[in-house]
């Protein structure tokens, strides 16, 4: 498979790096690691000006109707320069409603997220509980008059602080459905959450009788809200090969100005090796990560995009935690200090190494595609 971006994929990756180095550069994202924005006001009138907000939807919508690939280059920049803000989350609820087609929430809601006036934040994780359709537990019950009723606690929902709309999912019947709640409808309790990541934002998301219109709920049940999970999978994994990016160019450029018995520790042969061990990380997680985003495009229903999320997924976990403890032992104590951006990189990688499902999640899910596939061929 040819991984080598086209014309157009280029200029998007140039275009948002561009971006990134004008308003987010780095004492933009250290002025904002005590803040509870969700989103720097600068960049995130850059980022509708420049179609971030549209990228994927439909033209119909005023979007730019691209793929996950094209999205994933936006995810990947963002992780080399820390970037917060809700696009890859509002994303995320906007390809939910676009599987919705012209319903009346894809109707009120995608104009609005393509123009900016607001976002959205997907709610799926639980406390305590694993990271995918066996890990929900908040419920929905369905009153006589069509409407459901939401109970559960969420937590790690990036962006939901200033969101306009909170995209739930719960068990409806005992099978996983998504849920469009309004963030101001009663019942709805936000709160900050501190994490180690702090160059992002989440929140625990309570529901406590939350009252949502029949209309509001998504029609594709459990297997729509894997694909959407496939997709945040992705997702993480771009994020994470952004940061991975950036440790090895920080440790190159350390080893090679860092000096020892009067020469740089780079030309010592075992820290050659644990650069070299870096950069295969690097790209193995480059080659997986966009071929799941590849197959998501091309078959988003198909068994092999569901293979190829979960191996990229898997692989990007552990090569994220990998890469930093080995950006940190070649630093050495520097890497250890607040004034050093290295921990800052350490901390999204290590968040990143379990956000939508850490290595075992996904080891345990490609598993059990593997073993499906085996079945079905010896029958």
């Known amino acids: 498979m040819n991984f080598e971006l086209n014309d157009e994929q280029v200029l998007i990756r140039d275009s948002v790096r561009a971006v990134l180095a004008d308003r987010a550069p780095m004492t933009r994202v250290r002025e904002l690691l005590d803040s509870d924005q969700d989103v720097d006001s600068d960049l995130w009138k850059a980022a509708v000006e420049a179609g971030w907000t549209g990228l994927t939807l439909p033209e119909r919508f005023g979007g730019a109707e691209l793929g996950l690939v094209e999205l994933a280059l936006l995810a990947q920049e963002g992780g080399r320069a820390l970037a917060r803000g809700p696009h890859l989350s509002t994303a995320l609820v906007g390809a939910a409603l676009v599987d919705e087609g012209d319903a009346d929430p894809a109707a009120e809601v995608l104009p609005e997220l393509v123009a900016g006036r607001a976002w959205a934040a997907w709610a799926f994780a639980e406390p305590g509980m694993p990271w995918s359709l066996d890990g929900v537990r908040a419920v929905a019950r369905r009153d006589p008059d069509g409407s459901y009723v939401l109970d559960g606690v969420k937590t790690a929902v990036q962006d939901a602080g200033g969101a306009r709309w909170i995209l739930v999912t719960a068990l409806d019947g005992g099978e996983p459905a998504s849920f469009l709640v309004d ?32 209309g509001r709920r998504s029609g594709g049940g459990p297997a729509a809200v894997q694909r959407l999970l496939d997709k945040g999978s992705v997702l993480r994994c771009a994020d994470a090969l952004g940061t991975m990016e950036r440790l090895l160019e920080l440790t190159v450029e350390h080893t090679t100005s860092r000096v020892q018995f009067g020469r740089p520790i780079g030309s010592f042969q075992a820290v050659k090796h644990g650069c070299s061990d870096m950069a295969l990380t690097v790209h193995g997680a480059f080659a997986a990560t966009y071929r ?37 032992q070649l ?43 085996s079945s079905a061929d010896t029958r």
């Open 183 to 214: 963030r101001a409808a009663p019942g709805v309790t936000v709160r900050r959450q501190r994490v180690l990541d702090p160059t992002r934002t989440f929140y625990e998301v309570r529901l406590a009788g939350v009252r949502v219109l029949g």
């Open 292 to 328: 799941a985003a590849m197959a998501a495009d091309h078959d988003p229903h198909g068994t092999n995009t569901a293979r190829a999320v979960s191996a990229a997924a898997a692989f990007t976990a552990e090569g994220a935690t990998e890469v930093a403890g080995r950006a940190l």
């Open 331 to 373: 630093h050495g104590g520097i890497g250890f200090t607040w004034e050093h951006d290295l921990h800052l990189y350490l901390r999204r990688a290590r968040t990143d190494a379990v956000l939508h499902g850490d290595a075992a999640v996904h080891q345990d899910r490609l598993c059990t595609l593997l073993a499906t596939a």
